[in-house]
């Protein structure tokens, strides 16, 4: 019994091609369809959807504190709505556990004696290594202006960062509830799912790039500050995948996370950079050794790159379709995961009778090996 579950939890009987596009269309379809399903949760219970950029730039004396609580409410939902099918389905198709989805401290890449305290450390170090670029355009911008923000970078420097409700909306919005369910969601599901059919590497940079460009905020308004945040954003989170792969957690994405998304601004940049360049050096050699390790985990990538290139420009299209267009993304979305999951009940058939075969096989053999 045990030999056959296995070979049908792990072991689909599709092609390489058809188990990736299956992943493919499991997370455009679950993305979007959770968010759907959130929407009409949201609608049956009566809560506001607000837009805290539009309100704060009509209204800056807007009642901060209830934009607050109404937006944590919102993610909330909108993130269970999106994980626990994720997860349903996750179980059903391929018996994957809650602990693969980063719950867990086993591994941290520095200080492993300690592993809760070793992945927080690990996170502290992640930060200083992956926003150093993001960090050195900052400080290139305070001295040459290179051109139009972010809206919601915009608000939150006309906002007051002397109140408790600032700190409250950005703890929301920003520093403290975001980065919780973004890696849960990112790195938790859509690396571990990608990982299983196509490999860490590839699925380590599809999630970077549809990580990156579901952040729509900064391509709405082209501009070479714009375009730098997109590409150190993308440098950011293909180093957070490879910290996920290696230490199996999520504690050291979201540490980094947290810290990346905390509001600094003037002359505490330089301390942070000054900060970050001092880990870089006491922690150079697990860094160098993690690079090299990085190195050649895609060196030693077996599966196709042509495969992966269009992987990638498809799921960086899907996130730019979600933040320009979600009626289309939505029905595309529910048409993608009713595919995916016509091919997974496939796989699982054709697993099934493929181990159903094998243990006939080895019950015909048995008398032989017997006698």
Known sequence: ??????????????????????????????????????????????????????????????????????LAVILL??????????????WWYRRRKISAYGFQAKTPIIYK??????NILTGVVLFAVAELPGK??????????????????????????????????????SFALVPLVEELFYRGYVQTRLAEDFGAPTAILITAMF???????????????????????????????????????????????????????GTANYFVFAAMIILIVVFRRQILASARDFGQLIKNDAHSRTGTVVAVIFMTLYAVLVSL???????????????????????????????????HTLDRAQPSIES
């Open 1 to 70: 019994m045990t030999s056959s579950h296995s070979s049908e939890a792990v072991q689909p009987s599709l092609s390489r091609k058809s188990l990736r596009i299956a992943a493919i269309l499991e997370i455009c379809g679950i993305y979007m369809v959770g968010q759907l399903v959130a929407f009409l949760i949201l609608k049956l219970c009566g809560i506001e959807i607000p837009d805290p950029v539009k309100m704060l730039e009509a209204n800056p004396n807007a009642d901060v504190m209830g934009m607050s609580g109404s």
């Open 77 to 90: 939902i909108q993130y269970a709505s999106i994980m626990i099918p994720a997860i349903g389905v996750g």
């Open 113 to 118: 004696k300690k592993p809760i305290l070793g």
């Open 136 to 173: 050195l355009l900052a400080l290139v911008d305070q001295f040459i202006p290179l051109g139009a923000k972010a809206a919601t970078q915009n608000i939150a420097g006309q906002l007051n960062w002397n109140t408790y409700q600032f700190w409250v909306l950005m703890a929301v919005g």
């Open 211 to 265: 990580f990156q460009f579901s952040h729509g905020q900064y391509y709405e308004t082209l501009s070479p500050w714009t375009i730098g945040m997109l590409v150190t954003g993308v440098f950011s989170a293909l180093i957070w995948g490879y910290v996920f792969y290696k230490t199996r957690s999520l504690i050291a994405p979201i540490v980094a996370h947290v810290l990346v998304n905390f509001p600094v601004a």
């Open 325 to 359: 267009s979600q009626d289309i993304a939505i029905v595309f979305s529910i048409a993608a995961l009713i595919a995916a999951l016509i091919l997974e009940i496939i796989a699982k058939s054709k697993a099934k009778k493929v181990s159903i075969q094998v243990v």
